[in-house]
């Protein structure tokens, strides 16, 4: 909180963005940031995407299976109607908004609110997903997480897709994907 006495009396809030390849830990992240503010006690709220119903239909669910409540909305506007009583607000799987995803954290950030989202930065050929992109730019706070390439071992940044399905979005887990550095990503389009 700011006291400056030519700002007057602000409740300041930020974004963090949480982003990296599949398997390497963005949601177990988000769920560690958001455990440490529920020690803290600190209305929290966390959404997620319809979409993406691979683990749970009520929660936020890691590939480790670590799990804490999470509401489920199609549209990144429908935060609007379930935050407004919470100081931090976590939302996953950002990279399945749409680009509308940035001004509604940017509203949320400067109404004094902690926004903490977690999501991929690239597709399965590389190209980034743009509400990552553009959340990257205008966050506070950027964390990178890193996999283990299944390959060779080294740190990976890509998310090799194993099939011939050329949808961007094809919602899975291991059974279509696999975290692969830089060396031994092939992109099979």
């Not at 009396?9 to 599949?22: F, K, S």
């Not at 949601?27 to 803290?40: D, G, N, P, S």
């Not at 949320?108 to 930065?121: E, F, V």
């Not at 996999?147 to 399905?165: L, S």
Request: charged fraction near 25%; charge should be neutral.
């Amino acid at each position: 909180m700011s006291t400056d006495p030519h700002l007057g009396t602000q409740n300041l809030g930020w974004i963090e963005v949480i982003t990296g390849c599949m398997f390497s830990g963005k949601t177990e992240e988000l769920i560690r940031r958001i455990q440490r503010v529920k020690i803290a006690r600190q209305p929290y709220i966390i959404f997620r995407p319809k979409i993406d119903d691979r683990y749970s239909t009520s929660h936020l669910v890691s590939h480790n299976q670590n799990k804490m409540e999470a509401q489920l909305i199609s549209q990144p506007k429908e935060i609007f109607d379930f935050s407004e009583d919470y100081k931090v607000i976590g939302i996953d799987e950002c990279q399945f908004f749409d680009n509308t995803i940035v001004s509604v954290c940017n509203t949320l950030a400067n109404q004094g609110k902690r926004i903490i989202c977690a999501g991929l930065d690239q597709d399965y050929q590389g190209i980034p997903f743009e509400s990552i992109a553009q959340l990257l730019a205008t966050a506070e706070y950027i964390t990178k997480t890193l996999a283990i390439c299944v390959v060779c071992g080294n740190p990976a940044n890509k998310t090799q897709r194993k099939n011939t399905n050329t949808e961007r979005v094809l919602i899975g887990s291991s059974e279509y994907y696999e975290a692969r550095c830089r060396n031994c990503y092939k992109n099979n389009n």
